[in-house]
């Protein structure tokens, strides 16, 4: 058991925290009972269990980590105090992850997949794309593509607010250019949402197969990305606001397009 935090493993999990880490190993790190049983029945590529024995008194997760022991899962066990330094919760379960991110390509992309695709542009926060990744997964949706600068999927706060379902959605990453190039011969559909758009979302029949393409908290689409969709819709607003919150208008239109399957 490992008892202290300067250990050059728990830093190397530490060290997960950042992007920069995240994205020159292609690992993450998860905690929590649910988040780490989701990824064990996605059968997501976990390379090690973090355990500390003293914080972990759930006989299921418990159960869990001998389940994956026995599969020779690598179990890492340590001090309550340092799976603490580990932890961003104000209750530690103690039971972690360091998982082995998975990325799709623009070619896996196919039309036979799910309720639709998901497109973001230059998607900023990272709880709102964990809040439309778990509304994708409610919904049915294949998956996420995420265009141009985008926040991390594997995120810590992403992790939370996507309530394990990061690992039952598609995850692309892609240039605008890439997209628009490989879009002409997708075979796909591609409507976006557009304040300025004359179309009611609920008006509007979408066609299959589908990508949604919604733009950045900020910006929205602009006039290429706009141009490049078959159609835009808007979502009618009544109060002083001047926008809904990005995962807010997803979820409207995702649930607007499985209420017409």
């Given at each position: 058991?490992?008892?202290?935090?300067?250990?050059?493993?728990?830093?190397?999990?530490?060290?997960?925290?950042?992007?920069?880490?995240?994205?020159?190993?292609?690992?993450?790190?998860?905690?929590?009972?649910?988040?780490?049983?989701?990824a064990?029945q996605?059968?997501?590529?976990?390379?090690?269990?973090?355990?500390?024995?003293?914080?972990?008194?759930?006989?299921?997760?418990?159960?869990?980590?001998?389940?994956?022991?026995?599969?020779?899962?690598p179990?890492?066990?340590?001090?309550?105090?340092?799976?603490?330094?580990?932890?961003?919760?104000?209750?530690?379960?103690?039971?972690?992850?360091?998982v082995?991110?998975?990325?799709?390509?623009?070619?896996?992309?196919?039309?036979?997949?799910?309720?639709?695709?998901?497109?973001?542009?230059?998607?900023?926060?990272?709880?709102?794309?964990?809040t439309?990744?778990?509304?994708?997964?409610?919904v049915?949706?294949?998956?996420v593509?995420?265009?141009?600068?985008?926040?991390?999927?594997?995120?810590p706060?992403?992790?939370?607010?996507?309530?394990?379902?990061?690992?039952?959605?598609?995850?692309?990453?892609?240039?605008?250019?890439e997209?628009?190039?490989?879009?002409?011969?997708?075979?796909?559909?591609?409507?976006?949402?557009?304040d300025?758009?004359?179309s009611?979302?609920?008006?509007?029949?979408?066609?299959?197969?589908?990508?949604?393409?919604?733009?950045?908290?900020?910006?929205?689409?602009?006039?290429?990305?706009?141009?490049?969709?078959?159609?835009?819709?808007?979502?009618?607003?009544?109060?002083?606001?001047?926008?809904?919150?990005?995962?807010?208008?997803?979820?409207?239109?995702?649930?607007?397009?499985?209420?017409?399957?």
């Open positions: 058991m490992l008892t202290s935090k300067h250990n050059p493993a728990i830093k190397q999990i530490r060290a997960l925290r950042q992007r920069r880490e995240r994205e020159a190993t292609g690992l993450f790190f998860i905690e929590g009972i649910r988040n780490v049983t989701e064990v996605a059968q997501a590529p976990i390379e090690q269990l973090i355990v500390a024995p003293d914080l972990l008194r759930s006989q299921f997760a418990q159960d869990l980590v001998e389940q994956q022991r026995q599969q020779a899962i179990i890492l066990e340590v001090s309550g105090e340092v799976f603490a330094s580990l932890s961003s919760k104000d209750g530690p379960q103690g039971l972690a992850a360091v082995r991110q998975q990325w799709a390509s623009l070619a896996d992309v196919r039309p036979d997949q799910g309720l639709c695709w998901i497109a973001l542009n230059a998607i900023s926060d990272p709880g709102n794309l964990g439309i990744l778990r509304t994708g997964d409610a049915g949706a294949a998956g593509i995420l265009l141009g600068d985008c926040t991390d999927p594997y995120d706060a992403t992790g939370r607010a996507s309530m394990g379902t990061l690992f039952s959605q598609r995850l692309v990453k892609a240039t605008w250019a997209f628009s190039q490989w879009f002409g011969q997708s075979g796909f559909n591609l409507v976006g949402a557009a300025s758009a004359s009611h979302y609920r008006d509007y029949a979408y066609p299959q197969p589908l990508i949604l393409l919604m733009g950045s908290e900020r910006e929205g689409l602009d006039a290429e990305q706009q141009a490049q969709c078959q159609a835009l819709v808007s979502i009618p607003m009544r109060g002083q606001a001047d926008s809904l919150n990005l995962a807010v208008a997803t979820g409207v239109l995702l649930y607007e397009i499985l209420a017409q399957r």
